[in-house]
């Protein structure tokens, strides 16, 4: 075991003005490859707390990851505390330099003394490149301990963890493997999966461990297991994966890090079709679902936010009389937005989401949560409707779900 | 000073499996009434662990508030490891016990016996009543030290606060007030900023904190104060807050707990103005920014995600022309996107983005993160160039940044 401590630095956290998802995702990284994190632990930008900390830290932990307290300004004053810590001074490190420089003109912006003294650093740390920023990471030994510092900003950690810290880290421990199986399911409550799955459950054997990990009407079953020899480890893991997939059927959408999205999209591009979307109440969330990953431009030929009943009639053709009998959420308003946009756009597959997302909005017969979504191709056009909960931005994030699952039922039958 | 702690319990924290929002929202509500936090402490879900933890908090805090390691599964853990540490028995409380059957009556489910050891607690604590759950709270003392421990399920625990032991430890500690005034910024960097205002930070009163917190292309400033006397704090921030505005200019778009979208929308409603937006490279990502929120439906008729030229041209009117002539990620094509979906949907502003997000698609000419922005309306149609960062997300993020700020800027001067 190779106990492992994360410590956030930042008056912010402890305001509760900054919300701490470091210690989530450096958690979640460094039990992946092998490393037991023991406890996370936030502090106050104040010197004496900071060394205090560092020399608790000591003592228990081989792994100190820290997150935070470095920036350009001047309530930043962990660098010096780390100097002061470890007994050295400080050096001015060209090679950050010149990445801080780059940064800079690439941005077209002029740097200041503030910024050049961002590549000064312990003279005892081997820097750790920091691709995304300027506050480069840090790497301190004493002890047999490894500290490592990295700025807050989460894409900046997650980046140096990912390229940098995380391979010299196991390079310099070398932990067990722990190995991971994960199986992608959606659209089946967590504890219908637990019953169908029962009896394999009981059967595993006591070193494979199984966790259900659900987020937003999505859930992650995930095998684990540990040892020296990985590939006898993966091949026992493939084996339980391939016992348990025919339990669970179509709830499966795909398996390790695949994505509801990503699965959907690998479907288009595969079968070279051509997607529009038509969103109400989603708001433009289910097209950025698409969008955030590259490649969307293959099969993602754009879509209409239909916000306005005016929007949906002049850009989609919905009929002011379905609008007027049927409402803007309704069956037959969802099933002619999707038709709409698949012409419009002229796209081999139209989708369509409408409803009362809330907080406000809902009436006796239509409260809040009352969602329609729609499929439309060549051959057919076919609406569902769901009653999701009280909660606005959970509402958007369950409808784009349920219409992506709609349209992987379909993807995978045509 | 009241030195405040807070502790998580929970084995699924440390894996990285649950994200630790009760720090977070217990620390704003401390802070708000004039509790110091001091440290955020997650460990595991183990008796030894916890013993040690509440040992060392005794020693320096005044309030220790612990979340997680109740429920029907978990309880025997920590309920009696808390009776272990005060040196108490258990006992069945009856008013939980009625509380626990009247809730698993509303819901028409059984009791079981585990349900029913939701109603032991230590002897020596007072409960605090869980209105939305079935784990107690407690309310321990020791030499002058406040021990409250809540289930981790986030809506109870903030529940709980609020209604409960947030009116108690004001009432046993009566704390100073601490206040907080922040300034929202965006669109100028942190060093910058620190530049421009160096003056003012250096004659600031000692007993005035001052933080630069940035995050996304905005930087919020927040000053801090407390005392006694909640007026005078309040109005001596204020007195800097009005000094120090007039060297930021209108990099400020907003005071305290406002956002940039927020006040958009505001001046959005309070001129009757309606916005239609063309999204290319930001893919959806603006507009659901605005429709995130409650009310968008007031100012937002709709968007237009151009992805393909197909849809640029067919429903933007975008030329072909252009395109050939300029390229999809041109001033010109932006300039006709932002006319384009002003006109197409008929509202008063029209906006648009088009750029190479990333991570591919870069030209020697045209490298990933170059952008352009549009304004249109009825007297002007303008564009604006960027050249950001070579992180897809982040250059989403930034170009609605970076076209919301445009529109504030035009919207605040028409």
């Given at each position: 075991m190779i106990p492992t401590y994360i410590i956030a630095i930042g008056d912010e956290l402890l305001y509760g003005?900054?919300?701490?998802t470091n210690a989530h995702s450096l958690s979640k990284m460094m039990t992946d490859v092998g490393f037991k994190v023991i406890k996370h632990i936030s502090i106050a930008d104040d010197k004496q707390t900071i060394l205090d900390t560092l020399e608790q830290?000591?003592?228990?932990?081989?792994?100190?990851?820290?997150?935070?307290?470095?920036?350009?300004?001047?309530?930043?004053i962990t660098k010096k505390t780390f100097a002061e810590y470890f007994n050295v001074g400080m050096r001015r490190d060209e090679n950050v330099l010149k990445h801080v420089q780059s940064l800079f003109e690439s941005r077209?912006?002029?740097?200041?003394?503030?910024?050049?003294?961002?590549?000064?650093?312990?003279?005892?740390?081997?820097?750790?490149?920091?691709?995304?920023?300027?506050?480069?990471?840090?790497?301190?030994?004493?002890?047999?301990?490894?500290?490592?510092?990295?700025?807050?900003?989460?894409?900046?950690?997650?980046?140096?963890?990912?390229?940098?810290?995380?391979?010299?880290?196991i390079e310099f421990f070398k932990p067990p493997f722990i190995v991971h199986k994960k199986i992608q399911t959606v659209g089946v409550p967590e504890s219908m999966l637990a019953q169908n799955i029962e009896e394999w459950e009981n059967n595993l054997p006591p070193h494979i461990g199984l966790a259900y990990l659900p987020h937003l009407g999505r859930v992650t079953l995930r095998l684990t297991s540990e040892g020296k020899d990985k590939q006898k480890i993966e091949k026992e893991l493939e084996e339980q994966v391939k016992k348990v997939l025919p339990l669970l059927q179509e709830a499966v959408y795909g398996l390790d890090d695949e994505t509801l999205e990503g699965v959907v999209a690998n479907l288009l591009k595969e079968k070279k079709f051509t997607l529009g979307i038509a969103e109400s109440c989603t708001g433009g969330h289910t097209a950025r679902t698409f969008t955030q990953n590259e490649g969307a431009s293959q099969f993602f030929e754009g879509g209409i936010i239909a916000y306005s009943n005016d929007v949906k009639m002049k850009i989609l053709g919905v009929k002011l009389?379905?609008?007027?009998?049927?409402?803007?959420?309704?069956?037959?308003?969802?099933?002619?937005?999707?038709?709409?946009?698949?012409?419009?756009?002229?796209t081999k597959i139209g989708i369509a989401t409408t409803g009362v997302a809330g907080t406000g909005g809902g009436t006796d017969e239509k409260p809040v949560g009352t969602i329609w979504i729609a499929y439309s191709d060549e051959n057919e056009t076919v609406a569902k409707t769901y009653q999701l909960t009280k909660n606005r931005n959970l509402?958007?994030?369950?409808?784009?779900?349920?219409?992506?699952?709609?349209?992987?039922?379909?993807?995978i039958k045509i």
């Open positions: 003005q900054t919300l701490n830290m000591a003592k228990v932990a081989k792994v100190v990851l820290i997150t935070g307290g470095l920036g350009p300004t001047k309530d930043d077209g912006r002029m740097m200041t003394q503030l910024n050049q003294a961002q590549a000064d650093v312990p003279t005892n740390c081997k820097v750790i490149h920091n691709a995304l920023g300027t506050a480069p990471g840090m790497w301190f030994e004493k002890d047999g301990c490894v500290f490592i510092s990295m700025p807050g900003v989460p894409y900046e950690t997650k980046n140096i963890m990912q390229q940098e810290a995380i391979p010299r880290l009389d379905t609008i007027v009998k049927y409402g803007a959420v309704s069956q037959q308003t969802a099933l002619e937005m999707a038709e709409g946009v698949r012409k419009t756009l002229g509402n958007i994030q369950l409808t784009t779900n349920a219409v992506l699952n709609l349209l992987r039922k379909k993807l």
